[in-house]
């Protein structure tokens, strides 16, 4: 049964895992559209996290729901008329294009077909890189092709894995309002993880997870904090707003206080 939401995603009382659960009973939201973005440490659950979206990880109880469906009711094949998922790193091992890798990912219908996957990378401004070997590009170039084939897949929910690391702050800032206009301009729920503060200060909705446990949950204004970033990474984090902005601060005994 469907059941129309406003959530995308929802979980209840969900745990998840591989051969073993390893996030506890979380019960969360996704609202949709919207750019959410998962913080947590390393090792804190935001892949599982995503990979229980797509099935590969294990949902062990509670619920689990797509655009209103249950998963355990979407058979895999299904998947990619709901979601498209882009892992942190691809390593293409033959000499395949930009263009080969935007077409090695299906739709809802089959394998993305050569204009649809053109028209995203004039879209992203980076059909000039379409012949390339996807093997010899920079990583922020690598970043927004994994970004444009997710895009290819018209699939209205884009999981994102570490989008923004390994970036420069050109590179990075080209990624984070990349993903900030396509949620704007096509309605669809981009959920990203990683590391990156820029990234969910920029966001709809936050994720803060440590021990596979949701740690806390909301608009960015009320999770990037001093007292939520100190206690998810257990470091003595002071958020400071300046001309409106909010910048990071880790306090240290090398620097003056
Ligand atoms: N395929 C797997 N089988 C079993 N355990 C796994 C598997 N993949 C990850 N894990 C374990 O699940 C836990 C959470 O890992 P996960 O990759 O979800 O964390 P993460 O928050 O994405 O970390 P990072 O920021 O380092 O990428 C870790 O203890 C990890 O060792």
Do not use: C
Request: glycine share 6%; aromatic share 8%; proline share 4%.
């Amino acid at each position: 049964m469907v059941v129309m939401s406003s959530y995308i995603v929802r979980f209840v009382n969900a745990r998840i895992g591989y051969n073993e659960p390893i996030i506890k009973e979380i019960t969360l939201n996704i609202p949709r559209p919207s750019l959410t973005t998962i913080l947590g440490p390393n090792g804190s659950g935001k892949t599982t996290l995503l990979r229980a979206i797509i099935k590969y990880a294990r949902i062990f109880g509670g619920y689990a729901y797509i655009d209103g469906k249950s998963i355990d009711e979407i058979p895999i094949r299904d998947l990619p008329k709901y979601v498209s998922y882009s892992p942190a790193e691809i390593y293409s091992q033959m000499s395949l294009t930009v263009l080969d890798i935007v077409t090695s990912s299906r739709n809802g219908e089959g394998w993305i077909n050569k204009d649809d996957a053109v028209a995203v990378l004039k879209y992203l401004g980076i059909n000039n890189i379409a012949s390339k070997r996807f093997d010899e590009l920079s990583t922020g170039q690598k970043r927004l092709v994994l970004i444009a084939r997710a895009l290819a897949s018209k699939a209205s929910l884009l999981l994102l894995d570490e989008p923004t690391s390994n970036l420069d702050l050109s590179n990075k800032y080209r990624v984070i309002l990349t993903l900030r206009r396509i949620v704007n301009d096509k309605g669809i729920t981009v959920i990203a993880t990683g590391h990156d503060i820029d990234l969910a200060l920029i966001s709809d909705w936050v994720i803060a997870i440590r021990n596979g446990d949701i740690m806390a949950m909301g608009v960015p204004g009320d999770i990037i904090n001093s007292k939520i970033l100190s206690e998810l990474y257990d470091i003595d984090v002071e958020v400071l707003e300046i001309n409106g902005h909010r910048l990071i601060y880790v306090h240290n005994e090398f620097m003056n206080d």
